[in-house]
C-alpha cells in the first residue's frame, strides 16, 4: 500500500536552508519556499507548489502513520497544526466531534466553515490532526493525543503526535489552530499562517471546480 516510492521526499531539511528557519533573503530558503515576515522576524516558509516532507509518526490507536499511505486516493487533505492548551484548538475539535459548538461563538468563527464537516463525514476529505504539545507545553505523546481523540471523538479524523515539532516547523504558523490543504500527491495547494479559512475557501473551490 506504500507510495512513498511514488512521490520524491524532499525530507524536513536542516537549518539555515529548511523551512521554518530565519531567513534574510528567499535565496537561503529551499525550493519552493519564500521568506516572509512573521511576528519576530523573517522566516522561511512554503508555497503553493511545495511538496510535503514525509512524516511518520504515532496515531490515537498507537500504531505507526505514514503521511504519505493518503497519497493517490483522489482526496484532498486537510492538515491541521495544534496543541492540546489553546482554547482554539478545543472549541475546533469539539465542533468536529459533534460534542460542542463553542467555536461558533468564537470570533474567528464563519457560517461557510460549517460545510467542511459534512465532507470530513462522507470521507470527501482526508483530515489529519497534529499536535505537537501537550496541556502543559511538553512535547505530545501518545497519551497527548489519546486523550485527546476520547474527548473529540471523530472516526474520520486521524491525529498525530508531532513531539519533534516537524511539521508544525515546516508551515511554521503564527496562530493555533492553523489548516494548510494539500493535494493527493502531496503537494501543497493553500498554505496558510493562522486559522482555517484560506484552506476551506480553496478545498470548497477545488471540490466545485471537480464536480
Request: charged share 25%; glycine share 6%.
Amino acid at each position: 500500500k506504500s507510495t512513498q516510492k511514488e512521490i520524491q521526499d524532499p525530507g524536513f531539511g536542516v537549518c539555515p536552508k529548511a523551512n521554518g528557519c530565519e531567513c534574510e533573503s528567499s535565496d537561503t530558503c529551499p525550493e519552493n519556499s519564500e521568506c516572509t515576515q512573521l511576528f519576530r522576524g523573517k522566516n522561511c516558509t512554503p508555497k503553493t507548489g511545495s511538496t510535503v516532507p514525509q512524516f511518520i509518526a504515532i496515531d490515537q490507536y498507537g500504531e505507526e502513520f505514514d503521511l504519505y499511505s493518503l497519497a493517490h486516493q483522489g482526496k484532498p487533505i486537510l492538515l491541521e497544526i495544534c496543541s492540546s492548551y489553546p482554547s482554539s484548538c478545543k472549541h475546533l475539535s469539539g465542533w468536529l466531534a459533534n460534542t460542542s459548538d463553542e467555536a461558533k461563538e468564537q470570533k474567528w468563527w464563519k457560517n461557510k466553515f460549517e460545510r467542511v464537516k459534512g465532507l470530513v463525514n462522507n470521507q470527501d476529505v482526508h483530515w489529519v490532526r497534529i499536535i505537537h504539545l501537550d496541556e502543559n507545553k511538553n512535547p505530545a505523546s501518545l497519551e497527548t493525543i489519546q486523550s485527546w481523540h476520547e474527548n473529540y471523538p471523530n472516526k474520520n479524523i486521524t491525529i498525530l503526535a508531532d513531539p519533534e515539532k516537524k511539521l508544525k516547523t515546516w508551515v511554521r504558523p503564527t496562530g493555533l489552530p492553523t489548516v494548510i490543504l494539500v493535494d493527493e500527491n502531496m503537494v501543497l495547494q493553500q498554505h496558510s499562517l493562522r486559522g482555517l479559512e484560506e484552506a476551506l475557501d480553496a478545498l470548497y473551490a477545488y471540490i466545485d471546480s471537480n464536480l
